[in-house]
Every structure is written in structure tokens, then in C-alpha cells.
């Protein structure tokens, strides 16, 4: 298979590399001593077998780009569009190559320097106009349950106009999570007390929550079970209304001056509350969130302010972990789970364990890993919009995979992985297998109910 080439289009000028401002480093570029170790845990080398869609020939590219031995044309943006970012290859090097940082570096370089064709730019800008905005998603949603209810999609499948949609509509439409108003429209409670027992009358922590943008309207119920199980742990849990996207869509897009932009609003939301902690149940933002300090490390008023914002985020299995052991009871859930590790909480932000065990304080619980754990899924942001083939083919071998480990449901903590793996689950034919965040199944074991 060859990768596309999306963002084919014309240099700025003809010529043009990298520009000045925050180029990929060249002695990060040096450290790649070119093993190979990294070439069977990349998606796309695993997909063509093609040295420059690989780890290290992307550095090899970067480097001759750098160097003025190459410009920065449709063969190498094809090559960095066609990187999920999952990160896998850093937790693969032996040689530690900071991968991360240097496609972080290319990929704000591509968006300035590289034009991209119209019906490209048009694409992604309406993917940047609607998901970092909840009021439009909950707009978005209404018209969604609309058209489940009414089975437009049946209608639109049964006449073939869905086959002759463009690829990337097609995976937008097939995304689709089912959607419950009822749901989508409530909001996150602004200040949530810990639950009280006997042996503890005040709170642990007091939590800042990041409600996140798809997650409080598509995934609601992954924030009202996060607040659940907090507050039974002792937490006061605080999710600010007037906060806004995180920014790590666009970061992760390349779109640097959003996301610092975005960055700063978040922190001058949640710096005044002087939480504790700052949880994230979003692997993707909570990565991002991680690395305010970097993102916005050129700017004087913000680079301490934002350090000190990232040294206090932690993902909820994480926080959960670290409370030590649980203070509300778990009642049992006789069921085995498949764990899916997101790439972003297990790669980017080295959190594999602690799901897994605070999973396994659920008596009763079986917590399995699924085959080739370590290979994205293929959602990794907006991949599998904007690269839907690739997308369409590591989501087929994930359930393949899932399957394989027969589960009676699948957890993973980042809502792209959720609706990837849903969709590719159904497409198989089984679209009855639940596909859940690790934290709805503490909060059903606190509870007494059933999961799904």
C-alpha cells in the first residue's frame, strides 16, 4: 500500500524548507543512530513496508530538510501527514530519540510553509470550526439524533449514496457515536462535594476537572461516572463552565498559535480555583496538557504559570492510583476485560500500570491485554478523518485483535479510540461487544450495577 498524499500542493516558495522559528533540532535528529528497532511498532511501516514512512526515515528526511538538501515538498508532507503521532516508536528506541518532539516540530513547520490543496484546507478547517466548540457539537448532535432516528443512514446505504460520498465524509459519517440528547445536553456540575464517611468528614483533594470538548457532549457519562468515583474517594471535584478546548487537537494538528492560544485561556480558567490536582479523563488532551510548559515556553508571562498548571495534571486512573487504596467499596463484576492501551496515556504519557490496576480493585474483574497491545488503533486525533484508508486498515486489525482475546467487553480512556474501535467492532459484525472508559466500570462496581 502507498500512503496518499493529502496535503499535495505547492511549496511556499517552490524551494522551501524549514523556516526559523522552532525548527526540528538537529542534535535530537543525531541521537537516531538508524537500528530499526522502531520499525515494527510503527502503524504505517507495519501497513506499507516503506523505509520513509517509518520512524527513521521520516528523521532521515527531516535531516536532509534541514540541512538544505531537500525541500520540503508533496513526498516528504506526505510522509508526515501519513505519522499517526502514537508515539510507540519512543517507547520502542533503545537510543532514546525524542521521536516526539521532533514530528511536534515538523508538523506547525508543514502548516506554514506548505500549501495544501483547497478541498484539504476546507476539510480540516471544518473539523477545527466544530470539535473544539461543545455549543456547536450540541448543536451537531441534535441534527445526529435526527438522522439515527429517522435511519437516513439506511436510506443513504440502501441508495448508494454513501459509497459515492469522498473517503473522508464517509469515515466522518461512519464515526458517528450513537447519540443520546438527554445526555449530550446536560452540563458537568460546577463544584461537586466529596461524599462524607464516617472515618473522613473533609475532602482529600480538592480536583480541577477538564471536561474536554467531544467528551462532555458525546462521552457525558465518562464525566458524571469521573465525578462519581471521586467524590466516593474523598475529592471535591471543581469543573469550571467557562472553560474552553485544551488546544491539543490543534497542537497535535500543527495549528501552534491555537493551541497556545487555547492553552492560556485554560489556565487562566483554572489557576484562580487553586485545586489540588487537575484530572483528565481524555488520554489525548491529558498529553497535552502535560506539556503546557514546553507549548508555551517562549512566552514570559506564561512559561512559569504553565510549568506549574502541567506538573499538577494527572490522568484519573492515575489520580486514583496515587490516593493509594480505594476508600469506597467495590462490589464484584464478574467479567473479563480487554484493555486497550491509549497511545497517548501509554506512549506519550508513560501511564500503562495504573490502569490496569486500579481496574483490578474491582473483585471478580479478569483484565486482559489484547494482542500487538503496543499498535495504535488508528484514531490518534483526527487521523482516521484525514487518513482514512490507513485509518479504515489499523482499525481492522485492532478488533481483529479484540476479538481474539474474547473479551466480554473492551475499556480504553480516550474517547477517538472509543468510537474507532466501536465502529470497526460493529463493521465486523459484532457490534454488541461494549466498548467503555476504565472509569464507568469503577463507578458501576462502586454503585452495585451493571456495566453495560
Not at 92 to 114: F, K
Not at 349 to 357: E, H, M, T
Not at 383 to 409: C, F, S, T
Request: some cysteine; charged content about 25%.
Amino acid at each position: 500500500m502507498t500512503m496518499p498524499h493529502p496535503g499535495e500542493g505547492s511549496a511556499v516558495p517552490p524551494d522551501a524548507g524549514f523556516d526559523a522559528h522552532h525548527p526540528p533540532s538537529p542534535e535530537l535528529v543525531s541521537d537516531c543512530v538508524h537500528c530499526g528497532f522502531c520499525l515494527p511498532a510503527c502503524p504505517t511501516y507495519a501497513l506499507t513496508g516503506e523505509e520513509m514512512n517509518s520512524p527513521r526515515g521520516r528523521i532521515y528526511q527531516i535531516k536532509l530538510i534541514n540541512e538544505g538538501e531537500a525541500p520540503l515538498d508533496a513526498a516528504a508532507v506526505g510522509h508526515f501527514d501519513a505519522c499517526l503521532g502514537c508515539m510507540a516508536c519512543v517507547s520502542a528506541c533503545p537510543s532514546g530519540v525524542q521521536y516526539d518532539r521532533l514530528i511536534e516540530s515538523v508538523r506547525p513547520q508543514v502548516e506554514r510553509n506548505w500549501a495544501r490543496t483547497r478541498s484539504d484546507r476546507a476539510f480540516r478547517e471544518l473539523i477545527f470550526r466544530l470539535f473544539p466548540y461543545p455549543r456547536r457539537l450540541r448543536v451537531a448532535a441534535v441534527f445526529g439524533a435526527l438522522y439515527q432516528r429517522l435511519r437516513v443512514r439506511n436510506l443513504l446505504a440502501r441508495t448508494g449514496v454513501l459509497r459515492r460520498l469522498p473517503p473522508r465524509m464517509q469515515a466522518l459519517e461512519a464515526l458517528m457515536p450513537d447519540v443520546r440528547l438527554r445526555t449530550a445536553l446536560r452540563r458537568t456540575p460546577g463544584r461537586t462535594a466529596a461524599r462524607p464517611t464516617a472515618e473522613r468528614r473533609t475532602a482529600r483533594q480538592t480536583v480541577g476537572m477538564v471536561t474536554g470538548c467531544v467528551q462532555q457532549v458525546f462521552f457525558a457519562e465518562v464525566n458524571e461516572a469521573t465525578v462519581r468515583v471521586l467524590t466516593a474517594e474523598g475529592c471535591d471535584v471543581v469543573a469550571p463552565r467557562a472553560q474552553g478546548c485544551c488546544g491539543a487537537l490543534s497542537e497535535h494538528a500543527g495549528r501552534e498559535e491555537e493551541a497556545t492560544d487555547r492553552a492560556r485561556q485554560l489556565i487562566d480558567t483554572f489557576e484562580p480555583l487553586d485545586v489540588d490536582t487537575i484530572v483528565v479523563n481524555v488520554a489525548g488532551c491529558g498529553s497535552s496538557l502535560k506539556e503546557y510548559g514546553r507549548l508555551l515556553a517562549d512566552d514570559p508571562n506564561y512559561r512559569e504559570r504553565a510549568a506549574a498548571f502541567a506538573a499538577k495534571v494527572r490522568d484519573v486512573t492515575e489520580l486514583l492510583a496515587e490516593l493509594g487504596p480505594p476508600q469506597a467499596a467495590r462490589h464484584p463484576v464478574s467479567a473479563r476485560l480487554a484493555y486497550h492501551d491509549a497511545c497517548h496515556l501509554a506512549h506519550a504519557q508513560g501511564v500503562r500500570d495504573q490502569p490496569r490496576a486500579v481496574l483490578r480493585t474491582v473483585p471478580e474483574l479478569e483484565v486482559t491485554d489484547i494482542p500487538e497491545a503496543d499498535m495504535c488503533c488508528g484514531s490518534a486525533g483526527i487521523y482516521n478523518l484525514v487518513q482514512p484508508e490507513a485509518a479504515d486498515q489499523l482499525g481492522r486489525r485492532k478488533a481483529d485483535n479484540i476479538l481474539a482475546a474474547a473479551p466480554d467487553a473492551v475499556v480504553t480512556a480516550n474517547p477517538g479510540c472509543l468510537l474507532q474501535i466501536t465502529r470497526h467492532l460493529g463493521s465486523d459484525g459484532d457490534g454488541k461487544l461494549p466498548v467503555l472508559h476504565p472509569v464507568q466500570i469503577i463507578d458501576a462496581a462502586i454503585r452495585g450495577v451493571r456495566p453495560w
